[in-house]
């Protein structure tokens, strides 16, 4: 997963707004606990990505987490609540977990959090694959400087430093005698990445100083008038965190999972649903300014 410059009107917009834009469905996934809204955010964050040409990248990272993080959310809250009335199996006394008996209202839950997690996880990856993270460090900037610059320097070494450890291992397994193996190959590893990571640190370190970083003054920036596609994920933004907090507020989200599953699908929970999809999608539909 990756940044890729893409002619969509989310990679036109700014990178503080793509964020935001990314964060809000994340948030209303943390703050809707009725599945058809979350599932509704869920495709609402694949169609942003399909619209910004990221959806392959989504649903790749789909395939690798989909079934662990269902499963841990599923059996993880079997085994250790125990608020369920509806028992459909009785596993007996588990010792420090006392006595197991697996519940619907616990089955229903779980798979209820790892819904959730799965849609927060196609956020982050929307804003990972389409907000260019050079132009979001240069906008934090603005608030430590000092931050930013650690950030950038770390997104940008952090894949070197794998880099090395690959070289460095393909090395060791082309020597005469193999190298050496187990805990003392990794060891050895270890040491000349850890080392290598220290020096690559004293050279940007001596070039910083070299520019005089830190000596002068912060230079002012002109203020960049903001296009319409900065307006339109901005109000779409505000737009769904204003949804879901009013569609708890006013009871749109009627989903109780303890001691009895109670989730109706009524009209408030059918409008909240249509709500999120046009509120995330909308933005895409003006591609005027937008590369070819």
Known sequence: MRYRRRPSPLHAARAAVGAAYGSALALAALIIEHPLPLAALGLAALGAGAAAGVADQQIRLLRRVALPVVLLGVVVNLLVDRNGITV????????????????????????????????????ASLVVCAVDPDELMHAARHVSHRSALTATLTT????????????????QRCR??????????????????????????????????????????????????????????????????????????????????YPVVHAPLDAGVLALSAAFLALALAPFLDRRGVAR
């Open 156 to 171: 940008r070494l952090v894949p070197l430093l794998f880099e090395d450890a690959r070289h460095l291992a393909e090395a």
């Open 88 to 123: 459909f199996a009785r596993l007996g006394d588990w010792g420090p977990l006392g006595q197991v008996d697996l519940t619907v209202e616990a089955l229903v839950y779980g798979l209820v959090f790892a819904l959730r997690l799965l849609v927060v996880t196609l956020a």
């Open 176 to 257: 005469p005698d193999g190298g050496a193996r187990g805990t003392r190959a990794r060891l050895v590893l270890l040491r000349a990445v850890v080392g290598g990571a220290l020096d690559r640190s004293l050279d940007v370190a001596a070039a910083l100083e070299v520019r005089a970083y830190g000596a002068g003054r912060r230079a002012r920036r002109a203020p960049q008038p903001w296009s319409r596609h900065d307006v339109a994920f901005a109000l779409a933004a505000s737009g769904l965190l204003a949804a879901a907090i009013g569609g708890r507020a006013l009871g749109f989200d009627p989903f109780v999972a």
